[in-house]
Structures are given as structure tokens and as C-alpha cells.
T-cell receptor
């Protein structure tokens, strides 16, 4: 039961270019979406979030776009830097539901020199 | 920046043995969680804990699992009789408010290997 899907297990992007990571969800009750970044041997760290009342949220080089009708969100990183190489997890929660956050399987981003 | 601390970083155990994974959440946080990630799979919710009791648990969190906050700082996950399929990276997390609409702070994880 994959409520949050990240269909690309990996992505390679040239340094300086835009990285676009995609995420789809199936549960229409989700109303808060997050992206976490994970380096090897570390726990996930929060990157950026978006509420369902918005369609865009920007924080420096990171922008998250939400398309509720398509149940799709994406994370844009521009320009991509070597330190962005990591696994990126899309996650979602339902404010009327329980405490858990549902994660996708992650996308490994490689930034090429 | 304050952080969530987990010990040990690696734990190897024999099938059927009990293990206790330890976590020190961020001091002013009120909500505590355990997640796990089996190699190559997604990060899965196990349990949430608030006000000294479990507030939510997943179907993975069966009778073999328990959580405890024995004092004001530690938060532990106990697996009574480990199985091979319990091998995973276990992450502790905490938050100031409920997970919905709130980011979680994760520890670095405990890699549990059941032989």
C-alpha cells in the first residue's frame, strides 16, 4: 500500500543545473507534505514543506510545487550543488488523522561535476 | 542546533534475543516516534508516544515491541524476541507538536542486524 510514491529510484544532474524530484500520492486526505534529505549514516533531515492550501513554497535554492488535482508534488533544486547529493524522501500527513507521517521510498540524487 | 541522539549506532544480536534501542529526544519536545527502514525500502512508521503513552502504532508494532520513557530524557524501543526480519535501521524522532503540520527531528539511527 504505497500512499506516497517516488517512482524514480535515482537521478543524476549536472552541477549548476536544476534538479527536479517528483512525488505522487494517493490519499486525498493528505494536507501537509514534506521533503526530507538523508546522507549516508545519518537520519533524515527536514528540508522544506508545503500545506495543501498553497501550491508553491520556496526556501532559497529549494522550491516545492503542489498540484492537488493531480496529487503530485515536486521538489526543485536550483542551482544543484555537489552537497545536494543525497537521498530525498517525500512525505505526507493527514491533519485529521493520526500522528504518523507516510514516507515514499526515496530518490537518490547524484550531482555530477 | 539541538539534536536527537541514538545509541548504539550498530547492534548485532541473535534471533530470539531481546534488544533495547535507546534515544535521547530534543529536550523541550513532547512527541516521540520510532521509524525503521529496511534496506532498500521506505521509511516506515512504528509508533508515536505522547504524555507517557502510545498515541499511535502501526501494524508492524506487534506484541514483540514496546516503548518506554523511563526518565525525563530517554526514550527506548524494546524488541522482546528478535526475528530475522527485524533487521533494519531504526530511527528515533521527536517534535515539539504533533507530527501533522510539524517537522520531525531524526536521530542518526541504530542499525540492527539479527543473525
Amino acid at each position: 500500500d504505497q500512499q506516497v510514491k517516488q517512482n524514480s529510484p535515482s537521478l543524476s544532474v549536472q552541477e549548476g543545473r536544476i534538479s527536479i524530484l517528483n512525488c505522487d500520492y494517493t490519499n486525498s486526505m493528505f494536507d501537509y507534505f514534506l521533503w526530507y534529505k538523508k546522507y549516508p549514516a545519518e537520519g533524515p533531515t527536514f528540508l522544506i514543506s508545503i500545506s495543501s492550501i498553497k501550491d508553491k513554497n520556496e526556501d532559497g535554492r529549494f522550491t516545492v510545487f503542489l498540484n492537488k488535482s493531480a496529487k503530485h508534488l515536486s521538489l526543485h533544486i536550483v542551482p544543484s550543488q555537489p552537497g545536494d547529493s543525497a537521498v530525498y524522501f517525500c512525505a505526507a500527513s493527514d491533519k485529521w488523522g493520526d500522528d504518523k507521517i507516510i514516507f515514499g521510498k526515496g530518490t537518490r540524487l547524484h550531482i555530477l561535476p | 542546533e539541538p539534536e536527537v541522539t541514538q545509541t548504539p549506532s550498530h547492534q548485532v544480536t541473535q534471533m530470539g534475543q531481546e534488544v533495547i534501542l535507546r534515544c535521547v529526544p530534543i529536550s523541550n519536545h513532547l512527541y516521540f516516534y520510532w521509524y525503521r527502514q529496511i534496506l532498500g525500502q521506505k521509511v516506515e512508521f512504528l509508533v508515536s508516544f505522547y504524555n507517557n503513552e502510545i498515541s499511535e502504532k502501526s501494524e508492524i508494532f506487534d506484541d514483540q515491541f514496546s516503548v518506554e520513557r523511563p526518565d525525563g530524557s530517554n526514550f527506548t524501543l524494546k524488541i522482546r524476541s528478535t526475528k530475522l526480519e527485524d533487521s533494519a535501521m531504526y530511527f528515533c524522532a521527536s517534535s515539539a507538536h504533533r507530527a501533522t503540520n510539524e517537522k520531525l527531528f531524526f536521530g542518526s539511527g541504530t542499525q540492527l542486524s539479527v543473525l
